[in-house]
């Protein structure tokens, strides 16, 4: 009965089975993700075929790896780069990059701000857990001020990015921030991610118990959640460059699909956009 039950579960198609359970830690949220991914996949109406995931290098990278899929882990910084690549070889390929906020955003900041520039016609799916959980909890590019972390034991000075205003003033097509709670909102953001034509951004909060939550006394993953469920103020209106993540009691979390819009992507650039017309 157990086997007639995992066989018929209505991802199975979109993840490798047999590479299964994954290594996440208990309580993170990055498998929560991934369902959302895969459901995404399955409801993007594109052909299993046509999907590509490509990651860096992180516990978040580790996603291509269990998805029933074409794809890349590639070195620590450079998944846009790869996935330029593959969109420009093959413009029919529905290319998505999935990593953490590390390898996006700190070794990987340059490629993202110039993918977004110049439109790349590809999605950019980021689990945020506010540091580098996979290689001891140290401070990232997107840990709040004041927060503790391996790297800053008297809670971080230094002012993170804001994600969704980096990825709305470089040029994305669309930009939409959710947590690991808002599984729905999430696979929708996704699903309509892929149906953009230009360079699409989602970040996704979620808790890292192990490293981040330990050191800030958050406590479990589910604390975390809780701790967004409290916190978490839905917005699409909002404005894109007033919304930091912050930490405390009386912190809001702005969610939301912040942006969509319409611009030639890099692909479709005529005679009209380069003033030959």
Not at 15 to 42: F, Q
Not at 99 to 108: E, N, P, R
Not at 159 to 180: D, I, K, Q, S
């Amino acid at each position: 009965m157990a086997e007639i039950a995992v066989a018929s579960h209505p991802i199975d198609a979109v993840l490798r089975r047999d590479r299964l359970p994954h290594i996440w830690c208990p309580g993170c949220g990055i498998g929560a993700v991934m369902a959302c991914y895969a459901r995404a996949i399955l409801e993007s109406g594109i052909p299993l075929d046509k999907h590509i995931c490509v990651s860096g290098i992180g516990c978040s990278a580790r996603v291509p790896g269990y998805m029933n899929l074409d794809t890349y882990h590639t070195t620590h910084g450079r998944a846009i780069p790869f996935a330029t690549g593959l969109k420009l070889v093959n413009p029919e390929l529905q290319v998505t990059v999935f990593s953490g906020d590390g390898d996006l955003f700190a070794i990987g900041g340059n490629h993202f701000i110039h993918a977004a520039r110049r439109n790349i016609d590809i999605n950019v799916f980021c689990v945020n857990n506010f540091n580098y959980g996979m290689t001891g909890g140290q401070a990232g590019p997107t840990t709040p001020m004041g927060s503790f972390t391996t790297t800053t034991p008297y809670g971080n000075v230094e002012p993170p990015f804001n994600l969704a205003a980096l990825a709305a003033a470089c040029g994305a097509v669309f930009v939409a921030r959710w947590t690991a709670l808002h599984v729905r909102q999430a696979q929708e953001a996704m699903q309509r991610a892929m149906q953009k034509k230009g360079f699409a951004f989602v970040e996704i909060v979620a808790p890292c118990p192990v490293s981040f939550g330990k050191s800030n006394d958050i406590g479990e993953g589910v604390d975390e959640m809780w701790m967004y469920r409290k916190q978490c103020v839905v917005n699409d209106d909002a404005d894109v460059t007033k919304i930091d993540v912050t930490m405390g009691k009386e912190a809001e979390l702005v969610v939301g699909n912040f942006l969509d819009i319409e611009r030639p992507a890099y692909m479709g650039y005529g005679k009209e956009v380069l003033g030959e017309a």
